[in-house]
């Protein structure tokens, strides 16, 4: 199941950026960002993807959405300029931005690489 994040819950789960310079990732287990818009054709298209995979690696990577027209300081904070932009996070290193909707086996080949995790 994927999570809506706000700027407080990204803050708890993914990073504080306005406490922290440098990157420290806060959650448990490697995770998706997804900044997206509800208006947005090829966000929507890849939403039930999203949805399919957060089942198929539940407990191994949380997947979270961000609205970039709720959360504009988020999506500003991470130079959001196209959606869907996805943010590849491993529990260690640093996080790696995706754009764009990217097809199921693409997205299930960056988690293997980026986060280091397989089904």
């Known amino acids: 199941m994927t999570e809506l994040l706000t700027k407080e819950t990204f803050f708890e789960k993914v990073f504080n950026f306005e406490k ?35 089942n198929d690696y539940e407990g191994k990577v949380n ?32 996080p790696q931005m995706a754009q764009g909707a990217l097809p199921k086996h693409q997205l299930e080949q960056i988690m293997n690489d980026v986060l280091a995790v397989a089904k």
Request: glycine share 6%; with cysteine; hydrophobic share 40%.
């Open 63 to 94: 997947i979270y959405k961000v609205d970039t027209e709720a959360e504009q300081e988020l999506a500003a904070a991470f130079g959001i300029r196209s959606i869907p932009s996805m943010l590849f996070v491993p529990k260690e290193g640093e």
């Open 20 to 54: 922290n310079k440098e990157w420290k990732f806060e959650g448990e287990i490697p995770c998706i960002i997804d900044f997206y818009a509800d208006w947005c054709g090829p966000c929507k298209a890849v939403a039930p993807v999203l949805e399919e995979l957060s």
